[in-house]
């Protein structure tokens, strides 16, 4: 928005949104999106005020009573090249913007925190990694890029927030993401905006943008006690997950502290770098993600698990370190990097578990 | 039979009251008539081939998914079958041929007797299909409530399938589960093939009370051209079916 | 002719509609629902789309009354799905596919070629009987509680979430389906086979073209739809899981193979439309369409890219972003013929004669609102920005745009042009005229402030929304109900004009093209003698010199 007066431009918009016109522009992606959006409006502005001014004007110029006699034309060569390279000109420029404004919305910046969201018939189930859970309502700090890992219990949804100009579908049987930075501090609406079902229109939400301030606090007031990852600890442990992923040397399944993020060499020769999609299907359709040199004997847990269960699994094995014991005594507001430093699977805050070793059976 | 030139003229304009009795009164021409519809029939079985697709598609892609799922899976089908049919489609689009010449040079005997043997060999084609498929009934193979991954979980349990592949390793559950999958897309594809089929006899048995009565050995070949044309089709795609469903996952 | 209009018809007191015409040869409803005549063919497909128009029309009032008001107030949620879903399906299935195909391709392409009937006669029947079955069981379906997929039967919702209709809707539209594709069929080899002698490629009009380009589409593309609709119904009934994910299936791919064809199907309801723009446009400016081989090959142009473009209905669903990729620069190519079209419809005005008579209106309406619904699409084509637009009501905006802004327009366009011809009446210019300006102006109400409501991010499909979206629906409605107004006139006016409308004679428009060397209504064979095209298309040249010889041997 360089390219406008600051002033112009703010005025615009403010009188816009006012007007229910325009929505607002919460997030770092949005001006950028009108921008885009502006730029391709201008364009077919100009083009439509041409076509509508040649029809006009050729035909008070050339009707009947003006210009009795047609005269035969067969056409025209520069034209046709004029008119057909002139517009797939402008198309191919707004392809190329689109497409970086395209890779820039779908591609998470590194130091993202990730809050995972299920959307189902008729609700969207946030759930945060420090444990908090929010039905149809999205708590997010402001200034913060925050990466939505999305899934469908059920059928498609559609994840989308006008404000931040982001959206994305949420499919069952596979997670996709979307980011987000806000910029502004309020409450903007969050939509299903995929056609799903009797109560459609009543999957709407919140998402509220709060300080980093009040963000922590919000944290801390809201928790459920147990973080995600110490969730997925106890289902570890109930499903007998233990019994072959541990850091016993006759272990026959793969130790999994610090697998988030590697590449891994399966057992068909591929190798695969080691996410979320990568941790759910492995639950879940574990014969075809059999680590090289290890047995294709992983029973399948799909049917046994929900998808805030395997969510769960994920973000723990995500903080998985060689210990294999999540910090009991980790506060959940930790799990908020206070630096750029935190990386998604260390909290920057928490402390390196090396002084308690807490031998798992 | 070039498009950009037409095909009426001024000569036929003239002779237009003297045509044959089969040739309808929108074509100019006998040719025209039968240039046209043979160019009709092609232009279906183009939509034909469209239609399959989609499901080879769906095969293809599930395949690639589901690799050794749909390998072991393909191993329960008998390639002794499925070659005795394709052997019975062939020597059916042979007779088939032989039926069209007959017609082209007026055999009426030669016709009825080719288009029925074309019958004889479609109803075996059938029958020999209604075995197969009887077959994945009685081993729980039929996509449904009754499905059994038995076969695929323990191999050795089912002796006929493990003498011919010693080789094959049991299955883990969730791969065995997607053998479910390859039968849905056999019986989708070779049961719309066997509609196909079963339309084409329906049509054959038409054809040849009609050819008793000799009505495509006057010159007016076009319907029995254009079936054949049909007839031919159905058994390419048979021949796809073959070799992607039987043939692909022997050794 | 005086000096404002183009009309030229013969002297009314002493002017009657030929006895023997293609209308008045048989009598009887068995020579109706038997007839191998495409003119009539075309008419009771004329008559049956009218139905579904209106049947469409009803359940889109009911979707902008409930929408005045931000609550479900009107109605249940789900009867209020069940209404935008079978609005979808009959106004798709039911109308645009086969509107000017089925009713002016019909009627009208074997006479452009200078043939007797299409090249299948039984085949056409069969086509329309198709249609009547699919038709059927649709309105049975509604009769019967309705179906809520949406149109696009997104999986798993229709497969294993929804309880209603579903199989015998996808039944209905996998009938339809092949009236289309056997119309299509049809229409190839006719243009293939059957040209009179001189009629070369380049010498047929344009219309003959843009319905040669869409039935390419039809025929190609409407059997992918037909596997996959069949595949849904195994689905619903065996439950396999081909698109259920928990037994190895994949959503996604029922969502490619049913793009596929929905996306060329888009194609399939515009081309004919842009191809009776083509002849309007031409005839009322009294002059060839300039770059006549540009537009030729454009419509052939939007057929073939049309195939390579689907998954941009795709872009938010997961695929990967480099797929994305090619799919949006596909879409910005496939884009531009239809720029091309507009300009060299409107350079056929420069130098011109130019009337004002309602098909040219219609035109003039089909050509701004095309052009804003073709370079909103443009919006949607570029990721980035389809990504906040898509699934509101700007995509709903912009496909009613394309759609009623301008295929709409051209079927209504095309059906007062051709009138005359079809009828023998000409209808009353005046009202005619006053209805094409109420329905341009309740368009644009209806459907703008769409735009709006879809930037502000108003989700499709909605029942209810946040309240501050009401001022613009209530707009919305506003409109919707003078466009109703608009659309209603012409069924009075033209239903009105078959008793006492004047009588049109052979060529009231003064218009080039073989329909026109016939009487008003055509023979039944449309020609006694095969012509001979000696001349290109658009020959107004040849046309005066026609009538000069005319006017000498009369004289």
Known sequence: MDHISPVLWQFLQKWLTHFALFPPEASTVAPQ?????????????????????????FSILYSKKRHPQAVQIEGSTLLEATWTIIPLGLFLVMFVWGALLYFRIYTPPANAMNIYVVGKQWMWKAEHPGGQHEINALHVPMGRPVQVTLISQDVFHSFSIPAFRVKREAIPGRYTTVWFEATAVGTYHLFCTQYCGTDHSQMIGDVIVMTPEDYKKWLESSTSGNSLAQDGERLFASLSCSACHNTRPDARGPSLANVYNARLTLSSGQTVTVDDAYLRD??????????????PIMPTYRGQISEEGVIALVEYIKNLDSDYRVQQTLNTTDLLPETEGGSPRRPAGAKAPAAEKEVKP | MSDSTTVANGAAAEAHHEHPPYQRHHFETV??????????????????????????????IMRNWYYPAFVAASHQLQIGWGTANTVVLIASSFTMAMGVWSAETRRRKSLVLYLSLTLLFGLTFLGIKGIEWHEKWEKHHIPGEHYSVQSFVDPASDVEV??????????????AQKTEEYFFLYFAMTGMHALHMVIGIGILIFMIFRARAGAYTTGHVTFVENFGLYWHFVDIIWIY??????????? | MSAGTIVSLPDQSTARIPKMNFLTRENGLLSWLLTGDHKRIATLYLISITFFFFIGGALAGLIRLELLTPQTSLMAADTYNKVFTMHGIIMIFFFLVPSVPATLGNFLIPMMIGAKDLALPKVNLLSWYLYIIGGAMGVYVMATGGVDTGWTFTTPLSTHYVNTHVISTALAAFIAGFSSVFTGLNFIVTIHKMRCPGMTWFRLPLFVWANYAASILMVLGTPVLAITLVLIILER????????????????????????????????????????????????????????????FSSVAIAVFGFFVWAHHMFIMGISNYAALIFSLLTMLVAVPSAIKIFNWTFTLYKGSITFETPMLYAFGFMGLFTIGGLTGVFLGTTGTDIHLTETYFIVAHFHFVMVGGMLMAFLSGMHFWWPKWTGRM???KISQFAAVVTFIGFNFTFFPQFILGMLGMPRRYAAYPPEFQALNVFSTAGASILGVGYLLPILYLTWSLKYGAVAGNNPWQATGLEWQTQSP??????????????????????????????ASVG
Not at chain 1, 39 to 47: A, C, P, R, Y
Not at chain 3, 251 to 270: C, D, E, G, R, T
């Open chain 1, 33 to 57: 999106s009108d921008a885009l959006f502006f730029f391709m409006v201008l364009v077919s502005l100009i083009g439509l005020t041409i076509v509508v001014l040649l029809i006009v004007g």
């Open chain 1, 282 to 295: 492995a639950i879940l359709d574990p014969s075809q993600h059999t680590t090289q040199g290890y047995a």
């Open chain 2, 31 to 60: 040719d025209q008539q039968f240039d046209a519809t043979n160019f009709a029939m092609w232009i279906f079985l183009l939509t034909e081939i469209m239609f399959f697709g989609g499901l080879f598609t769906a095969y293809l």
């Open chain 2, 162 to 175: 493990h003498k011919q592949y010693p080789d094959d390793k049991p299955l883990q559950a969730d791969m």
């Open chain 2, 241 to 251: 079916l073959f070799a992607l469903l039987y043939l692909i996952s022997r050794h």
């Open chain 3, 237 to 296: 009934t065996v439950g396999i899981g081909v698109f259920d994910p928990a037994k190895g299936g994949d959503p996604l791919l029922f969502q490619h193979l049913f793009w596929f064809y929905s996306h060329p199907a888009v194609y399939i309801m515009i081309l004919p439309g842009m191809g009776v723009i083509s002849e309007v446009v031409s005839t009322f400016s009294r002059k060839r369409v300039f770059g006549y081989t540009a537009v030729a």
């Open chain 3, 427 to 429: 209808y009353p210019e």
């Open chain 3, 522 to 551: 055509p023979l039944t064979e449309n020609f006694l003698e095969i012509p001979v095209m000696d001349h290109e298309a658009y020959d107004y040249e040849w046309l005066e010199k026609q009538q000069e010889k005319e006017v």
